[in-house]
């Protein structure tokens, strides 16, 4: 099935989110794509905890929690969202609309995408050790599909945040035995998690081990496990069935690179009226755009969206006059807001 609409938004990082806003108001509807499974983007993905001291009227604001208030901000406008995919297909038809996949097969066909990719999509950091790419998606994985299919077997598992520790706890005693390996002595998943992995390697239900993968090993052609530099520089080698690798999200433009659009380096090129690209139709906001003067900043990315509203809107309905209406004295955004008056 394919979704008809007038604007999907790619990236639901906070510029994406504000973006749904701004759309809102001019009562235009929007599906919002992301490879990560909850909105938020870098805040959410990478410094939540954090406090930002640059967001206008907010003195201080936490990461997680200015993704929050975005997500109730934008509740009136009831966006749709398609969490845990990412785009990687892009196409015009002749009549000059969009066609897009993505990766679990959704297809939308729009008459305007706004990239809101930020620095790309989030994806797993990868084992790059000698050998690794070759068992990649036989014996190393970066999730599990199927935890039944652990049973009987021996496992390695890379990582010491939240997805490792919590995999740690899920699998054990359903596989045959479990070795967790972390570079360091320091765990980044939460206190709790971690306290329980330790009670179950004091109780010799577990290995935990502290060392670098150096390359995989391989026994007759067959995949055989890890071969890891301990701290003191002793080089093991470690049996395995199965590597599971939780090494965190990192992100990668990917298929945007190949959209035909006018890039420089790898960031895409607009226009500082509309925030347009090189190809009508598709509009770039945040930090995955470029213009003289662009600073990284989520405030910039918060107008830029602004103003490619403005642009979307000239896109879909040309022969529309679009009056600037203020929020606080505007009947209509009042209605749109769902403000009883
Ligand atoms: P992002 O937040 O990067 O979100 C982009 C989203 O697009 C991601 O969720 C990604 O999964 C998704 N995506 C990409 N490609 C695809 C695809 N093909 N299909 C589906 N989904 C896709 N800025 C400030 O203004 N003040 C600060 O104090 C500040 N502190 C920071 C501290 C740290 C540690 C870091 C790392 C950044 C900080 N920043 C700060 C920068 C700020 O986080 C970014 O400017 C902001 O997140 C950009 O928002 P965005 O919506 O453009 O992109």
């Known amino acids: 099935m394919t979704i008809k609409t007038d604007v999907v938004i790619i990236g639901a990082g906070p510029c994406g989110l504000f973006q749904v806003f701004e759309l809102g108001l001019l009562d235009i509807k929007t599906h919002v794509v992301d490879s990560l499974k909850k909105p938020g983007g870098q805040c959410s993905e990478l410094y ?20 929050d208030r975005l997500m109730e901000q ?36 729009t008459a305007t995408v706004i990239l809101a990719a930020g620095l790309g999509a989030f994806q797993p950091r990868r084992l790059r050790v000698k050998g ?47 070795t967790l390996v972390h570079r360091r002595i320091e765990y980044r998943a939460q206190p709790a998690s971690v306290g329980k992995m330790k009670s179950l390697a004091a109780s010799g239900a577990l290995e935990e081990f502290h060392g670098n993968v150096r390359a995989v090993f391989e026994i007759d052609g067959k995949f055989g496990g890890l071969d890891i530099v301990g701290p003191e ?24 690179a190949d959209w035909g659009l006018d890039l420089d380096k790898r960031q895409v090129n607009v226009d500082t009226e509309k925030f347009q690209t090189s190809i009508p139709g598709i509009f770039a906001i945040g930090d995955i755009n470029t213009y003289p003067g662009k600073k990284k900043l989520i405030l910039s990315g918060f107008h830029e969206g602004a103003l490619a509203a403005f642009g979307v809107q000239q896109h879909i309905h040309p022969e529309q006059k679009v009056r600037l209406q203020y929020t606080t004295t505007s009947p209509i955004m009042h209605k749109r807001l769902g403000i009883d008056e």
């Open 48 to 67: 939540p905890d954090k406090p930002i001291y640059d967001i206008p009227a907010l003195p201080v604001c936490g990461a997680q929690e200015l993704v």
């Open 74 to 109: 934008i509740k009136p406008f009831k966006p749709e969202f398609h969490l845990g995919q990412t785009v990687t297909h892009l196409e015009q038809d002749e009549a000059g609309r969009f066609l897009l996949e993505t990766s679990t097969g959704v297809r939308f066909d």
């Open 132 to 178: 690794a790419e070759a068992w990649e998606g036989r014996n190393i994985h970066y999730k599990v599909s199927d935890s039944g299919a652990v049973a009987g077997k021996d496992l390695l598992i890379l990582g010491g945040g939240d997805s490792a520790l919590d995999w740690v706890l899920e699998l054990h005693g359903k596989a045959k035995s479990i």
């Open 233 to 256: 520089g002793a080089q093991y080698t470690i049996h395995a069935d199965e590597v599971f690798v939780f090494w965190g999200l990192s992100p990668n433009l990917g298929p945007i």
